[in-house]
């Protein structure tokens, strides 16, 4: 009996822990159902985000295809001299380094000028016996003319001229030149009227040749300082401080490249392509990736025999002074400009199935469209009017340039910048 009874106790605890141990994995199962639920929602709603492909798009417009002509080419500059000593010395001061820029009338080299003012110095001294000798033929034959008829009144207005003109000269008023112009219009009023002509003449001609002396001194004076004749570079110099030059020795070199040329060949089948006033991409390999504009200026009327090209002068600015001369240059010359076609870009275009097409956008859709393609350059394409409905591309459209490689007929897309 007791036997039976502790059989049915334990009977009747194994069946509660087995219901107690249902329940419990019912309700696990039941909020494992809910979670996984969520979760399948959670991931359809993130899903049409998440298939969504990445794209970048531009617009289909209208403007002029550029059909440009490649042509190597050389950059040279026509603003070079070598600067040349005009005259003998010793360089006094030599105020120039290699590499400087210079502007125009800057003082680059000085001369000793003491030999060439003691030289001007004795042709004025010259020109003024000259002149006394003049005064008193002139004040002579004004004598000899006087006792015969009254002055002349001619005369009389031009001394009083000349006198005047005198004064003022000495006071610094006015120049060497007006002063010389009034002594000149004196002295041949009184060679028209005068008795004593040759003797006049004579004088006259003596004085000139002394003038000449002064005028030739001075020159070499004023070239015994040498200046900038344009804004520009030093470089090469060749003489030192205190050294003696000679007359047409080389000093050192100045350049101008604020603006620079480029000289093209083009081949003589194309040379007919050739505008001037085209627009010029100018590319230099010190520079990767920097494009340099420019303008056609000249076209060479003469073929080379040797390799039938054609120079094409190419100007071009270079305020930064990048560009220097000697320079190879790869150069693209606008040669057709087709005015108002429909163009989109070449990365734009794809082929499958040997028909090219493109990926428009509609409303967040890739849409293919075969497209006719007519003109093009390295850079854009112009798209003609499709045959078909729903062929083509029309202008406003946004057209899909990167990440449509491997896309499909109505994707989804998102826009991306």
């Known amino acids: 009996m007791m036997f039976s009874k502790k059989v049915l106790t334990i009977s009747l605890v194994v069946i509660v822990i087995g219901l107690l141990v249902f329940f419990i994995f019912i309700r696990r199962g039941a909020n494992s159902s809910v979670g996984e639920s969520s979760q399948d929602s959670a991931e359809l709603e993130k899903k049409p985000e998440e298939t969504s492909l990445p794209v970048k798009v531009t617009t289909a417009k209208r403007g002029d295809l ?10 040279v500059t026509n603003r070079m001299i070598t600067m040349k000593s005009e005259v003998a010395g010793f360089i006094k001061s030599l105020n120039v380094e290699e590499g400087q820029h210079v502007k125009k009338g800057d003082l680059l080299v000085e001369l000793d000028e003491r030999e060439y003012k003691l030289e001007l110095e004795r042709y004025q001294a010259d020109r003024l016996s000259k002149l006394s000798e003049l005064l008193l033929e002139k004040q002579f034959g004004e004598f000899e003319e006087s006792s015969v008829k009254p002055e002349n009144k001619i005369i009389q207005d031009a001394k009083e001229k ?5 004064k003022l000269y000495l ?9 010389d112009k009034a002594f000149r219009e004196y002295e041949m009023a009184l060679i028209e009227s005068g008795e004593r002509k040759e003797e006049i003449r004579s004088a006259a001609k ?11 001194a001075r020159m070499k004076l004023e070239k015994a300082k040498i200046r900038a004749p344009f804004s520009g570079i030093i470089c090469d110099i060749q003489v030192s401080p205190q050294e003696h030059v000679t007359a047409s020795r080389d000093l050192f070199t100045l350049v101008n490249i604020s603006r620079i040329q480029v000289h ?5 089948s194309e040379i007919g392509k050739i505008k001037v006033g085209r627009h010029v991409d100018l590319r230099f390999s010190a520079y990767p990736g920097k494009v340099f504009k420019g303008k056609v200026k000249a076209i060479s009327p003469i073929i080379n025999p040797e390799d039938k090209t054609c120079k094409v002068i190419i100007d071009a600015e270079n305020p930064q002074e ?10 693209e010359i606008a040669a057709e400009i087709h005015k108002d076609k429909l163009l989109i870009p070449q990365e ?3 082929v499958r199935d040997g028909r090219k097409l493109a990926f428009v956008v509609e409303d967040g859709l890739a849409k293919w469209r075969y497209i006719q393609v007519g003109l093009e350059n390295q850079d854009y394409a112009e798209v003609l009017k499709g045959e078909k409905e729903g062929e083509g591309i029309r202008e406003g459209e946004s057209v899909i340039i990167d990440g449509h490689f491997t896309m499909a007929h109505d994707a989804r897309v998102r826009i991306i910048k």
Do not use: D, N, R
């Not at 550029?66 to 950059?75: Q, T």
């Open 66 to 75: 550029i059909i440009k002509l490649k042509s190597p080419g050389e950059a």
């Open 162 to 166: 000349y006198e005047e003109s005198q």
């Open 171 to 179: 006071k610094g008023i006015i120049s060497e030149e007006e002063f």
């Open 206 to 216: 003596g004085l000139t040749q002394a003038e000449i002396g002064v005028k030739t």
């Open 264 to 268: 093209a060949k083009v081949l003589e």
């Open 322 to 331: 990048e560009i220097k001369p000697g320079m190879h240059a790869e150069v």
């Open 348 to 350: 734009a275009i794809l």
